[in-house]
């Protein structure tokens, strides 16, 4: 048996829980093990995950993000999961094992109760999988291969036309996203190139990896940084000026905000100056119900990339206080 034949094997056999709340979707089993693995299989096409080990101490929020994206794809809404459960539960699997903390050791009746990342990172460092896994994987050829293996044996042949058309947003996305992060040295006035190629769902996820990337999950305008213990974060990538006029997707064009400050700037209470200094609208001032907090934030610079040329063009924000007579 070859070793790629091996892998197919192990994930047909997939050990999956059966269970009432499943539908014919899932094949009535649980569905949380191969939409990790779909997830792991997008990270390790996109460069984030580069060795044969997953590590639960880092930041696990893209992984999370594609997890959930597959996800709501076939699970009604409402019903939602954590990683962790598949992330500890996959040590099942002969090509998956939880590497423990030193000093704390991995019993099945932890890995059974394990239903939070927070949980998870009690004991678990992360996972290894097979090197031989690893590198398959690291193949373009190796990945459609696997997963379609996950998708034909563990879904209904609906599910998994739609799980397959997620992975295929997935891929473009990354595309796109690529292509913001090199026109971010071309001048602005340059289209992204290809860019009426791209689905607007590929798009805007693909605009939302580099944005937040760029400000590292904080918050432009009032610095605020919070990523949930679930490893959801707070900022959103928003626009400058607003994609339904302004059909830009420069990185030069968008910022890292919280939903508040999102809010606030989309709707003109914030804006910024050509040399990086939040001001408010009027409105803010005299209005006793605005939340004080965005008045705190007049003049205070922004927090900007590290990199200088992903900062935000002064000619975009001037256009947006122009819209707003900020
Ligand atoms: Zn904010």
């Not at 984030?48 to 709501?72: H, K, M």
């Not at 739609?162 to 996305?173: G, P």
């Not at 937040?212 to 626009?239: F, M, N, S, W």
Request: glycine share 6%; net charge positive.
């Amino acid at each position: 048996m070859t070793a790629i034949e091996t892998y197919i094997k192990h994930f047909v056999k997939l050990n999956r829980s059966p269970g009432a709340v499943w539908s014919e979707l899932t094949k009535r089993k649980a569905p949380h093990k191969p939409i990790l693995l779909l997830a792991v299989i997008d990270l390790i096409h996109r460069g984030v995950i580069t060795s044969p080990f997953i590590a639960v101490t880092g930041d696990l929020i893209e992984l999370n993000e594609l997890f959930n994206l597959y996800w709501r794809r076939i699970i009604p809404h409402g019903q939602a999961s954590s990683i962790a459960f598949p992330f500890s539960r996959l040590d099942r699997e002969p090509f998956w094992k939880l590497v423990s903390k030193p000093g704390s050791t991995t019993t099945q009746a932890v890995i059974n109760s394990t239903s939070s990342v927070t949980y998870l990172r009690r004991y678990a460092l992360g996972a290894k999988i097979d090197e031989e896994l690893f590198h398959i994987l690291q193949n373009e050829n190796g990945r459609d291969v696997l997963r379609e293996t996950l998708l034909q044996s563990c879904f209904s042949q609906e599910a998994a036309m739609s799980l397959r058309e997620q992975s295929v947003i997935n891929r473009e996305a990354f595309a796109y996203s690529r292509i913001l992060e090199e026109s971010s040295h071309l001048p602005l006035t340059m289209e992204i190139p290809g860019k009426d190629n791209f689905r607007p769902v590929a798009r805007d996820q693909g605009f939302r990896r580099i944005v937040i990337k760029a400000y590292d999950h904080r918050c432009a305008l009032c610095g605020v940084r919070i990523i949930t213990p679930e490893q959801r974060t707070v900022v959103d990538a928003a626009h400058i000026v607003p994609w339904s006029t302004s059909h830009n997707d420069d990185i030069r064009n968008g910022m890292a905000l919280c939903k508040l400050c999102h809010w606030a700037f989309d709707y003109g209470m914030l804006g910024v100056t050509d040399n990086y200094k939040v001001v408010t609208s009027r409105q803010i001032g005299a209005d006793s119900n605005a939340p004080g907090f965005l008045q705190t934030l007049v003049g205070r610079g922004i927090i900007a990339p590290a990199d200088q040329d992903l900062w935000p063009a002064p000619q975009y924000l001037a256009e947006h206080r122009k819209e707003w007579r900020l």
